[in-house]
Nanobody, 120 residues
Framework: VQLQAFGGGLVQPGGSLRLSCAAS????????MGWYRQGPGKERELVAR???????NYADSVKGRFTISRDNAKRKVYLEMNSLKPEDTAVYYC???????????????WGQGTQVTVSS
């Protein structure tokens, strides 16, 4: 199973970016998917998560600015980021709880990370 994240880059304060993450490989089903980030000198923190049914939760710092969504058929999760601030600068990671063949449990897989830099 692989998760690959796309869409990072350099954006000015107040700007927008859309991150995408695609899961591939031997996948039976995907439960929760999410986005985390790790800023310079900081620990990795939750940004947003979404269940298979579409229930979402967000970090307080991004509520009202970021929107997480997913396409179950395409095995993708997205993060629409608006009104970006310099403090949103971080490496953004996607993750997914995945059920693989011949295993009863769900396993947590992570993408490689994509850099988001908010600066003028």
């Amino acid at each position: 199973v692989q998760l690959q994240a796309f869409g990072g880059g350099l954006v000015q304060p107040g700007g927008s970016l859309r991150l995408s993450c695609a899961a591939s490989g031997s996948i039976v089903s995907i439960n929760d998917m999410g986005w985390y980030r790790q800023g310079p000198g900081k620990e990795r923190e939750l940004v947003a998560r979404i269940t298979r049914g579409g229930t979402t939760n967000y970090a307080d710092s991004v509520k009202g600015r970021f929107t997480i969504s997913r396409d179950n058929a395409k095995r993708k999760v997205y993060l629409e980021m608006n009104s970006l601030k310099p403090e949103d600068t971080a490496v953004y990671y996607c993750d997914a709880l995945v059920k693989v063949p011949n295993k009863s449990a769900f396993f947590d897989y992570w993408g490689q990370g994509t850099q988001v830099t908010v600066s003028s």
